[in-house]
């Protein structure tokens, strides 16, 4: 039996950067990660670092958006103090292209909801009129079609696998344990805690964090969690290598350090399928040139597709078991720009034993209300 505080189920980016918070915190932590064949949205995303257009119905999502992405910085500084090897963020804010009237009265109109659900803070989102864009863009060239784009201050890009194997080396670094390979077959709640069976291995710790992306809901069964989840499809592709030509992300279309560009993502209700299709490429190649023109010279070197966890808000659902405390989960979409609150605020309640305060807003139950309302 291999003896531990805490076991994280899943070494995606929401797992590893809860059990780098606890290793932080001086716990024992184990974490168990799964098949090859395994979903993994954390290796196909876009890797943004994303506020802007988040949160509305939900303030606290807003909030806590707002507070990851201000302390992303920070928490990228505590990892490389760690590993030693920095992790690439660009945060000087970032754009969502309008391409007619009608897109930029939407954009503006949803900023001022959101704004109004701030009232006491100041919006860190702007919008931007064609001329003003191309002065934050003096080198592009855009599309005829570009009417501006609405500004947020607050949004940047990260590299997401340096950032998930940053996670992982540092939680080895800090004395836990990654184990992969390693599917978790059954939970068995103890007087002690839980007993997690691998097939392999047993592991044991007076308490467990699932974080197993899709496979979350299933595994909280046994816990007696009702963790409702749903995949929905995103489709990339990147182009070649260019020179320089968008210093400030977009959401559906940026520029990496290494000069690829990304151009996504699509949003497919297909359930677990991760194919991808020539149809996604062209719509997702025709709103990028629409904006940018140049890029129908490019090549498409890559394209993937990966599924997004969703909960049927598509806010994060954030639980401890009333059942059995000390079991918690923790799923969300925006895995890449929370990473430094689940790495901070996340691991320091779980290291509490309590998702007070700010977790209420995040728990399973709202769905319970939902669906008598
Ligand atoms: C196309 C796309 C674009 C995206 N763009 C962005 C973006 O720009 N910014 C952003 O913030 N977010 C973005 N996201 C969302 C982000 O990628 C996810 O929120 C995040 O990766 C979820 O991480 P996770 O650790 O919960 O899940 P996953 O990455 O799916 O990891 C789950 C892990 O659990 C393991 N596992 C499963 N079952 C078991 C088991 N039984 N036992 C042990 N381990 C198990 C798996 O092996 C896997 O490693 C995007 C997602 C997609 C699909």
Not at 92 to 102: E, K, M, N, T, V
């Amino acid at each position: 039996m291999q003896m531990s505080d805490i076991i994280v189920v899943g070494a995606g980016v929401v797992g590893s950067a809860i059990a780098f918070g606890l290793a932080k915190r001086h716990h024992r932590v184990v974490v168990l990660d799964g098949d090859r064949a395994d979903f993994r949205a954390s290796r196909a995303n876009f890797g943004l670092v994303w506020v802007q257009g988040k949160g509305e119905g939900l303030p606290a999502y807003q909030s806590i958006t707002q507070k990851s992405a201000l302390d992303w910085s920070d928490f990228a500084r505590q990892l490389k103090d760690v590993v030693e090897t920095p992790l690439a963020l660009e945060q000087d804010g970032g754009l969502i292209y309008c391409l007619s009237d009608d897109e930029w009265d939407a954009r503006l109109s949803k900023n001022q909801r959101l704004a109004e659900q701030q009232p006491n803070r100041n919006s860190d989102t702007e919008m931007l009129d064609r001329a003003s864009l191309e002065r934050m863009l003096p080198n592009v060239e855009l599309g005829p079609e570009v009417v501006g784009a609405s500004f947020g201050h607050l949004d940047g890009a990260a590299n997401p696998l340096e950032l998930l194997c940053g996670l992982h080396g540092a939680i080895v670094r800090l004395g836990g344990r990654i184990e992969f390979q390693s599917p978790v077959k059954f939970i068995r709640p103890t007087s002690e805690g839980f007993e997690v069976h691998s097939g392999t291995e047993t592991y044991a710790a007076s308490k467990i964090v699932l974080a197993a992306g899709l496979s979350t809901s299933e595994l909280a069964l046994s816990l007696e969690m009702n963790i409702p989840l749903r995949p929905q499809r995103g489709q990339i592709i990147v182009t070649e290598r260019l020179g320089r030509i968008l210093h400030l992300p977009g959401s559906g279309l940026r520029q990496t350090r290494e000069g690829t560009i990304m151009i996504g993502a699509t949003h497919e209700d297909v359930g677990f399928n991760v194919e991808t299709s020539s149809e996604a490429a062209a719509q997702l190649s025709r709103r990028a040139t629409r904006i940018l023109p140049a890029l129908k010279d490019a090549t498409i070197v890559r394209q993937w597709s990966g599924l997004r966890v969703l909960s049927p808000d598509g806010y994060p659902i954030y639980a401890q078991s009333s059942r059995y405390p000390g079991a918690f989960s923790a799923s969300c979409h925006s895995g890449i720009t929370l990473a430094a609150f689940h790495a901070n605020e996340l691991a320091d309640a779980i290291s509490r034993t309590s998702l007070d305060g700010m977790f209420e807003a995040f728990t399973p139950e709202r769905f319970d209300v939902q669906e008598r309302a």
